[in-house]
């Protein structure tokens, strides 16, 4: 409930944020797509945005826009 969060938050109810440390220490790879990200659903990242599943920790998801990645984690679902 951070004002401040960066956060992207799915259909199904999922909510995944970023700043994580360690989660930018990991090589990741980009596996399936799971969504383009519409107005509203996240905090900092523009509609269009494409977020990957990542293959190694399925847990984080992978942005994608303008040339920049950025990570999230799962913070909490349904």
Known sequence: ????ADYVELKNGEVYT??????EEKS???AK???TVEKGM???????????????IPAIL???YEEIEKR???AMGE
């Open 1 to 4: 409930m951070n004002p401040d």
């Open 72 to 74: 999230y984690h799962l």
């Open 42 to 56: 996240a905090s900092d990242l523009p509609a269009g945005t494409i977020l990957y599943e990542s293959e190694e």
């Open 28 to 30: 990741l790879t980009k």
């Open 33 to 35: 797509k799971i969504t």
């Open 18 to 23: 970023h700043g994580t440390e360690w989660i």
């Open 62 to 64: 992978i942005a994608e």
